[in-house]
């Protein structure tokens, strides 16, 4: 049974820093795209990134530059740092695999799905 577990949320003021740490079980992880979603209270689930498997990386604008997406296949986690906290961030933050190994975009392109951790950010 793969699980996700994501991490690192909390309350921050705006124009600090956080990093979400989900870590993976199982033993495929370095043959996994992850990616990472965000749904605030009554909005879609908005995609903010990716990594594959060979460590390539995207960012959706709306995050560029302020969010980065790294992973440690040794310690089957991967990462989002978040710069420059707005308090539009405030949501909550999902993790996701995709088995295919390559980036995806689209909610449906990932198979399993952390339980999510909650970022506020106050003004």
Same mark, same amino acid.
């Given at each position: 049974?793969? /699980?996700?577990?994501?991490? %690192?949320? %909390?309350?921050? /003021?705006? %124009?600090?820093?956080?990093r979400l740490s989900c870590v993976a079980s199982g033993d495929t992880?370095?043959?996994?795209?992850m990616g990472w979603f965000r749904q605030a209270? %009554?909005?879609e689930r908005e995609f903010l990134g990716y990594i594959s498997m060979s460590g390539v990386t995207y960012h959706a604008d709306s995050v560029q530059g302020r969010f980065t997406i790294s992973r440690d296949n040794a310690k089957k986690t991967v990462y989002?740092?978040?710069?420059s906290l707005k308090p539009e961030d405030t949501a909550v933050y999902y993790c996701a695999a995709s088995v295919t190994g390559w980036g995806q975009r689209r909610i449906s392109g990932y198979d399993y799905w952390g339980q999510g951790t909650q970022v506020t950010v106050s003004s």
């Open positions: 049974q793969v /699980q996700l577990v994501e991490s %690192g949320g %909390g309350l921050v /003021q705006a %124009g600090d820093s956080l992880f370095t043959r996994w795209a209270p %009554g909005k989002l740092q978040m710069n």
